[in-house]
C-alpha cells in the first residue's frame, strides 16, 4: 500500500532550526524525521522510523547471512554483572544507573558483553558448541558528557551489536576467521545502504581487547580524527595512531641557569610563549593524571601520573594508559587528576614541570613523549609554582640526575601522544600522514578473553582440558547510518538519500490530488508497489511548489510529478533527486515501473 501524507505524520519546517549545529541534525528536523524529546532523546517519527527500519534490515539480512543468530537481552541491566568486569568503575559516569522501589540498583546497558557472557557461561559447555555468534538489535544508553548533533551521539541509541565465542584464535571456527567474516559484512552493509566510508585500525576503549578496527564515514562534521599514510597502506583513529621512527636521548648541555620568572596572566600554552617570545615546540607541556587500579571487592586504588609533552602536542589519553599499564599492568582508568585535589597533594596545576617528582614521597611516575625526551635544545616549562615558570629547563641536570638511581623507574619515555597531520606514518613503507575527519558508524573488536577470564567462562576442549573461551565483538550505530548518509549527501534544499535506506523509493507529487490525477496517482502507485517499490502520494491539498521544496527536503530518489499536461500525453514527470541532468523528463505511463526500476538500481551501483 502506498502512503498518503495526510495518513502519516512528515512535519516539515521551512526554518532551519537554531540548535542544530551540523547539516544532518538540522535535515533530520527539517524533514521530519526526528523529534527531540531531551538532551540526547530523540522520537523518530514515521518517516525517520522507516528509512532506520531499512538500515536495520540491511544490517540482519547480513548478519543472519554471516551465520549470527539474532536474540534480545534487556536493557536494564542489574549492577551486579558488572562485578567482575568492573566495567561500571571503567564506564563511570557514563554509566546510566537507577534504583528499584526495593532499593536494588541497576544500569542502563551501555553494551551487552556482561549479559551474553553470563547466557553463555549457563549453556555452553564443550568446544563441540562453538564457534557461534549471536546478535541483537536494541536500544544502548550512554550518559554522554556533550549529547550533540542530533541522532549522531545521543543518550538513546539503536545499535546491533553482536558476540562471537571460540575456543581458538587462528584456524578453523577461531575468532580470526569470525572477524574476518564480520569485517566483510560490515562492509556489505555500508556498501549497500550507499555510505562512503574507509576502515581504519581502532582503539578498544573500555571494551577491551587486542585488535579492532572502525567503520569511518570521512567527512568534515565527523568528530572523530582520522590519520592516513600517504602511501595509502596505514589509516588509524588518532585514538590509536602509531608516530614513526622518532629519536630521543637525555643527553645535551644546558642552554643556560634554570631561570624562574613571574608569568602573571598566562594560563595558556600561547599566552606563555606570548609572553616568554618563544614558540610552543620550546615548552614542555606537564600534565597531571590520576591513573586507577582494582584493589579489592568494588574498590580502586590511585596514584599519580605525569604526562609531558611538546607545547604544540596534545597528551594521548589511550596511549597514556598503555603505557601506565606496560609498568603497572591492570591499570582501569587513566583520566585527568580533578584540579583540587592535586593542587592539595602539592602539584601547582596549570604550573607543573617534570621536577615537581622531586621531593614526593609517593610513587609519581613521568612519562616523557619522545619528542619532548631532548636533552639538547632550550625548554620552558612550569616552575611548579603558581603563575611561574622556568627557562633552561634540562632533564639531565632538572631531573634525573637528581633522582639518581630510582630514574630509570620513575621517567618513562614512551609514544604518549596524538599523531598529527605531517607526522611520519608508522608502517615500513614510510610515507607521511594526513589528518583527515570521520563519523565511527561501526566498530569490530578481538576481545580475547578479557570477558571469559574475569566471569570464568570456561568450556572444555577435546582432552577434557578447561579452556576460557575467546570471544569478538561487533557494533554498529544504526542512527549514525541515516545521519551519516545525509552528512555526505544533501545540497541546499535537503536529503540526497541513498536509494537503499530512503524513506520512500518514489515520492508521487500530484498538482492535484483530484479527479484524473488522483486516479492516475494511485494507479501507478499500486503498480510501482507491486514491483516492491515503496511509493509516498502527496495528497495534501498544497501548492504545487510547497509539495516539490517538500519532496526536495525529505529527499527520496525518484519523484513523479502527476499534471494534466504531462497526463495528455500518457506521461508522468520523473525526476531523480540530486542529480542535476535529471529536469523532469516525460515518461509514458506504461514505462514508469521499468523507469524506476532502473533509475533505483542504478544509483544503488
Ligand atoms: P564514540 O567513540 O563515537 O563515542 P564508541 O566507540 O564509544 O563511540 P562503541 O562502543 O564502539 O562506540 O559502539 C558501537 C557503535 O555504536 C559505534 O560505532 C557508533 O556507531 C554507535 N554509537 C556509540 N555511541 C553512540 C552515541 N552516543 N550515539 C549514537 N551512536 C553511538
Ligand atoms: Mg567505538
Keep these: 500500500m502506498p502512503t498518503l501524507w495526510s495518513q502519516t505524520l512528515i512535519p516539515t519546517a521551512r526554518q532551519d532550526p537554531a540548535e542544530a549545529e551540523v547539516p544532518s541534525h538540522r535535515l533530520m528536523l527539517r524533514a521530519g524525521l526526528i523529534r527531540q524529546l ?12 522507516r528509512a532506520l527500519h531499512k538500515a536495520i534490515e540491511i544490517v540482519r539480512q547480513e548478519m543472519d547471512a554471516a551465520g549470527a543468530a539474532e536474540l534480545l537481552m534487556p536493557a536494564l541491566e542489574p549492577i551486579e554483572i558488572f562485578a567482575d568486569t568492573k566495567r561500571d568503575l571503567e564506564y563511570g559516569e557514563s554509566l546510566l544507573q537507577l534504583e528499584d522501589r526495593a532499593g536494588r540498583r541497576y544500569a542502563l546497558a551501555p553494551t551487552h558483553e556482561e549479559v551474553i557472557t553470563e547466557a553463555m557461561r549457563a549453556y555452553i559447555e564443550s568446544y563441540r558448541q562453538l564457534p557461534l555468534t549471536l546478535y541483537q538489535i536494541q536500544p544502548k544508553y550512554r550518559d554522554e558528557p556533550r549529547p550533540r548533533f542530533g541522532v549522531l551521539r545521543s543518550r538513546e541509541f539503536i545499535m546491533k551489536d553482536a558476540y562471537s565465542f571460540h575456543l581458538s584464535l587462528d584456524g578453523p571456527g577461531g575468532l580470526d576467521e569470525t572477524y574476518d ?89 600561547d599566552e606563555v610563549c606570548r609572553f616568554l617570545k618563544c614558540k610552543p615546540s620550546k615548552m614542555l607541556k606537564t600534565l597531571v593524571y590520576e591513573a586507577s587500579f582494582p584493589s579489592g571487592r568494588d574498590q580502586v586504588e590511585s596514584q599519580y601520573v605525569v604526562a609531558v609533552v611538546r607545547g604544540d602536542h596534545d597528551v594521548n589519553p589511550s ?71 622556568v627557562r633552561h629547563f634540562n632533564w639531565n641536570r632538572e631531573l634525573l640526575e ?166 495528455a500525453q500518457n506521461s508522468v514527470e520523473f525526476k531523480r533527486r540530486g542529480d542535476r541532468t535529471s529536469k523532469g523528463d516525460l515518461v509514458k505511463l506504461d514505462a514508469v515501473v521499468e523507469e524506476v526500476a532502473k533509475s533505483l538500481s542504478q544509483v544503488t551501483t
Design 38 to 49: 531531551g538532551a540526547g532523546l530523540y522520537t523518530y517519527l514515521p518517516a525517520g522510523w
Design 181 to 269: 567474516r564480520m569485517y566483510r559484512a560490515y562492509c556489505r552493509i555500508f556498501d549497500r545502504c550507499g555510505l562512503p566510508y574507509e576502515v581504519v585500525e581502532a582503539e578498544s576503549g573500555p571494551i577491551g581487547g587486542s585488535a579492532s578496527h572502525e567503520f569511518m564515514v570521512i567527512c568534515d562534521t565527523g568528530e572523530d580524527t582520522i590519520l592516513k599514510s600517504d602511501r595509502g597502506d596505514y589509516a588509524a583513529n588518532v585514538q590509536k595512531c602509531a608516530i614513526g621512527e622518532r629519536s630521543w636521548s637525555f643527553d645535551g648541555a644546558p642552554t643556560g641557569d634554570l631561570d624562574e620568572v613571574h608569568t602573571p596572566d598566562c594560563a595558556t600554552i
Design 319 to 389: 596511549k597514556l594508559r598503555t603505557a601506565v599499564d606496560s609498568v603497572q599492568p591492570g591499570v582501569l582508568s587513566v583520566d585527568l587528576a580533578p584540579e583540587q585535589a592535586a593542587r592539595q597533594d602539592g602539584f601547582a596545576v596549570g604550573y607543573v614541570g617534570p621536577h615537581a617528582l622531586l621531593g614526593r614521597s609517593d610513587k609519581t611516575l613521568v612519562f616523557v613523549d619522545r619528542d619532548a625526551a631532548q636533552g639538547e635544545g632550550f625548554w620552558v616549562t612550569g616552575a611548579n609554582k603558581a603563575d611561574h615558570h
Design 402 to 567: 637528581p633522582l639518581g638511581k630510582t630514574a630509570g623507574d620513575r621517567v618513562i619515555v614512551a609514544d604518549v601522544r596524538n599523531a598529527r597531520d605531517g607526522d611520519p606514518s608508522p608502517t615500513a613503507a614510510g610515507g607521511t600522514l594526513t589528518a583527515v575527519r570521520g563519523i565511527e558508524v561501526g566498530h569490530v573488536f578481538k576481545l580475547g578473553t578479557k570477558y571469559s577470564d574475569a566471569m570464568g567462562f570456561t568450556v572444555s576442549d577435546k582432552n577434557q582440558r578447561q579452556c576460557p573461551v575467546i570471544m569478538g565483538c561487533y557494533g554498529i550505530g544504526l542512527g549514525r547510518i541515516l545521519a551519516a548518509a545525509i552528512e555526505t549527501s544533501h545540497d541546499q534544499d535537503g536529503i540526497i538519500w541513498p536509494p537503499a535506506i530512503a524513506p520512500y523509493s518514489v515520492h508521487i507529487v500530484p498538482i492535484k490530488f483530484e479527479g484524473e490525477l488522483c486516479k492516475t496517482c494511485l494507479a501507478v502507485a499500486e503498480r510501482l508497489e507491486a514491483a516492491g517499490i515503496d511509493v509516498l502520494i502527496d495528497d495534501r491539498a498544497e501548492r504545487p511548489g510547497v509539495k516539490f521544496k517538500d519532496a526536495d527536503l525529505l529527499g527520496c530518489p525518484v519523484r513523479l510529478t502527476i499534471g494534466d499536461k504531462a497526463l
